[in-house]
């Protein structure tokens, strides 16, 4: 048998050290890389904690932040709003005619409280591990199991067209100007966010309300996700509620071209 140094394992002492040299350098360069990173962390950070830095919170936790914000800032107007109308109040110098044809403006505009008989309707997302619970309907796209804007749409439409008086989505009046919009899978209305289930409210009569949602054929396709996927869906007779008066800003905001 050969005693050539070609043979595995019978090397000299100087090729054994060789052959480690390599794996050596490469923990040295691992080492280096950490203490290069951990120095970039602690100078950006500046000793702050980067995890709690407001300035990196993520964009879902700003828009919440603002939502709320925004709220407060409603419920501030509303409470200023009410302050300048018991001052007018005082004597304005209007005659009574004149203040009944306001009072009725104010009325149709959404800005005071409106009282009556109500029904509810509450929408929500299906569960995240929904099955076709019908033969026939293929397996449920993500895109099936949570409500659309065209979904809120559908009842507000509903409502109004069987003679509601006054609509409440979540907590907030629509008005004229009001846009139901939803961006992903969150409802952006007045500039504050909401989250599912949505709560809709209107207050007119009971009866004709429903009758107005059974009669759309929106709700009615609506409905077919409801018993295939499970979709949320309750209407519910909610007695004598009232209503908030808007309290958000009635000035038009439009888009102009740039000069």
Not at 36 to 53: M, P, Q, V, Y
Not at 78 to 104: F, Q, Y
Not at 153 to 158: G, I
Request: hydrophobic content about 35%; glycine content about 8%; proline content about 5%.
């Amino acid at each position: 048998m050969s005693n050539s140094a070609d043979s595995p394992g019978t090397g000299s002492s100087t090729e054994r050290r060789g052959a480690f040299r390599p794996v050596r350098l490469l923990t040295a360069a691992v080492f280096a890389l950490a203490g290069l990173i951990f120095f970039t962390s602690f100078h950006t950070a500046k000793g702050t904690n980067i995890r709690t830095d407001a300035s990196l919170l993520k964009l879902s936790d700003l828009i919440h932040e603002r939502s709320r914000n925004n709220g407060e800032l409603g419920e501030a107007n509303a409470a200023l709003r009410e302050d300048v109308e018991s001052l007018a109040d005082r004597g304005d110098g209007s005659t009574k005619a004149e203040d009944d044809k306001l009072a009725a403006l104010e009325k149709e505009a959404g800005t005071h409280k409106l009282t009556g008989e109500a029904i509810s309707v509450t929408l929500d997302d299906a569960p995240p591990n929904a099955t076709a619970k019908l033969p026939g309907y293929p397996e449920p796209q993500p895109d099936y199991l949570v409500i659309h804007q065209q979904d809120l749409q559908a009842v507000v439409n509903a409502l109004w067209q069987g003679g509601a008086k006054g609509i409440k989505v979540m907590d907030q009046r629509l008005i004229s100007t009001s846009a139901v919009r939803c961006v992903g899978n969150t409802l952006i209305l007045q500039g504050r966010v909401y989250s599912p289930p949505y709560k809709i409210t209107a207050v007119g009569d009971p009866e004709k309300l429903q009758q107005a949602l059974s009669a759309s054929p929106s709700i009615q396709n609506y409905m077919v996700y409801v018993n295939v996927y499970g979709l949320g869906w309750k209407v519910e007779e909610n007695g004598t509620v009232t209503l908030p008066g808007y309290s958000g800003t009635v000035d038009l905001r439009y888009a102009q071209p740039m000069e």
